[in-house]
């Protein structure tokens, strides 16, 4: 048994110990150049040009209470809105995806995108954030560093032609490699990576890759910028065990915190940034100019903040200042990151943690002195217990606060302190990318589902009454069962024999002349593609999509030439439907009300404009050459229909001279889709109205086309989800 086994492991074990180390170098490079950029940035606009030196973490330079004496502060808001205009005019322009808090993208990408992020991403993403937090944004690394590497990672999965299984465990280990890097907490970075993709649930798979590139990472990046923790902690020897009561109640603060904070920054994206009617370029300037005021009467909310947390550690805070941090800094990132700024929330919420912790711990030492609370404990507790209940990371949080402060001794108050926030936070998270669990996650729907598809039979659902036409038939006559069955292929039988199949593409072919005349046995395919009655619809669809068409004549195993039936894509919808509401009903997760049009419709499709009054000729150019089987009509800018195969095949056959305008009747709305339904919804419409496809109108602007859905799209579902 172990010699069968081993193989297997060491394969995994080549694979994936390759591929992380690879992945460690390229984020451990990319964090250093991304790191480099930022120092630029926040040299240029607040050091030069405000004349306001933000204080460095410990592990970075030496934490000193910065002299405000020279800052020219009426610069603050220009330079926070210029920063906030540069990062609009790159991100809008090159990578709309690089907006925000990066790490939701990453997360996107893995449940719904296969892993995939565009090659330019990293680039403009690392650019972007140093533009945003060195000019006095309040962001954080995470969330840059975690696309930059993730990115990477998608590049060099697509380069090695990776299955999208593969390339989701790559940006997977990218992102921890590159939080690992900047942060310098590899282990709480690899867990991060697998923990921050859902609110309740780890991603497994990922685990070992990620531990691999997350290590390799953080030590090419500390090798260039040294191995200290970003923050100094005093020591503490001994947590007295009646503390723990105080650590409670840090946790339950902070997760109602991390509420106030995740409603504050989702609110303000929505009901304000979201309505401001200009273009997306400016609103991150409306966002810096409004940073720029608060960095006015409060300069510690500007960038990073890391320098101001490190001298709350050493006690050089009043309670009161942070207070006002912990509530300004809060506003400050929703400015920044709600407009569409460029940054993480990581840092942030690092910072709003441990002021919190600070104004509690000093509270906590006041009021009781003989407990020897040290506020210096709370402050670094209360970094993960917020962090915890913020971003659905418990586990993580407590980890990489204990990796970048050195400190493993608060590990069972933090523990305390994470697991209070999180519970109590509930279903607030500051990624909205989030989901509950792998059985949620697209990207594994096929694992929690009965093969449905392997269950039935193509006998079940097969059309046994074919209809069926002979080789001497002239293609002509066609309309005719056309016009009675509406189907667009028939097998060929000649004497009781299959002799080939002939369908509309095989008939448009044929030039307008000499329809009349041409018989089907000049015209049909003879190299059949064929199922069998015991074959499972797994198969069957299988066949479909290798061979790229529509239907699957069925025929006897013994006797290849008998025709038994017929098997189309409709009859696996069908065939799923069965299983679906059969004896598997509760066992089976109907995907198809799981997704919503958007994800699965056609952005890019043909269109066709009535107005300008197309030949028949044109029309089956058109409809050959679509990737898609219907072109969506046009009439005064909005849809007015689907012209399909069957539409032009019986033109072409009864030699109408303008079928298109018999198409539509006027004032009759189009049967549509919405972007935001159920893929169930539109395939009951396309049941319930005989329709091959749909045109995906958005609902809040009638008349504005935003897709194409078709039964194909849907057969895929079903084959992706068995």
Known sequence: MLKEKAPEFLVYIYKWAGLGILIGIIAGV?????????????????????????????????TVFPSFVGVRWFLIPVVTTVGGLITGLIVYTLAPEAEGHGTDAVIESFHRLGGRIRGRVPIVKAIASAITIGSGGSAGREGPIAQIGAGFASLLAKLLKLSDHDRRIMIVAGAGAGIGSVFKAPLGAAIFAIEVLYRRD??????????ISSVVGYSIFSSF????????SPSFEVIPPLSFVFYAVLGAVSGLAAIVYVNMFYGLRDKFFKKIPVPLIVKPAIGGFLIGLLGIMAPQVLGTSYGWVQLAIYGQLAISTMLVVAILKMVATSFTISSGGSGGVFAPSLVIGAMIGGVLGTLFYSSFPDLAISPACFILVGMAAFFAGAAKVPIAAMIMVAEMT?????????????SISYVLSGKWSIYEKQVDSRIESPAHRGEFSIDVLEQVKVKSVMTTKVVTVSPDMRVRDISKLIARYGHLGYPVVDKGRLVGI???????????????????????????????????????LHKMYLHNVGRLPVVDPENPTKLLGIVTKRDLIRGHEISRFGETVGKVRDVLKLLTVEEVMHKHFTILELEHGYNLNELIDMIIHCKHPAIVAIKDGKPAGIVTCRSVLEAHLNKKKSPVRELFKEGREPIAAYPDESVRAALDKMMTYKLEAL???????????????????IVRIIALES
């Open 406 to 418: 050195g400190n493993y001794k608060l590990l069972i108050p933090a523990t305390i302190a994470c």
């Open 202 to 211: 780890f991603e497994v798979d990922a685990l070992i890759p990620s531990f």
């Open 502 to 540: 002939v369908t509309y593409s095989d008939i448009l072919k044929v030039k307008h002349p000499e329809v009349s005349e041409v018989k089907i046995r000049e015209v049909m395919s003879k190299r059949l593609i064929v199922t069998y009655p015991d074959e499972t619809l797994d198969r069957a």
């Open 695 to 713: 045109p995906v109108i958005d609902r809040t602007r009638p008349g504005k086309l935003v897709g194409l859905i078709t039964v194909k799209d």
């Open 225 to 232: 910028f040294g191995f200290s923790p970003i923050f100094s």
């Open 30 to 62: 990319g964090a250093i150049v991304f790191m480099l950029l930022l120092k630029l940035s926040t040299w240029f606009f607040l050091e030069e040009l405000v004349g306001y030196h933000p204080p460095p973490a410990a592990g970075e330079g030496t």
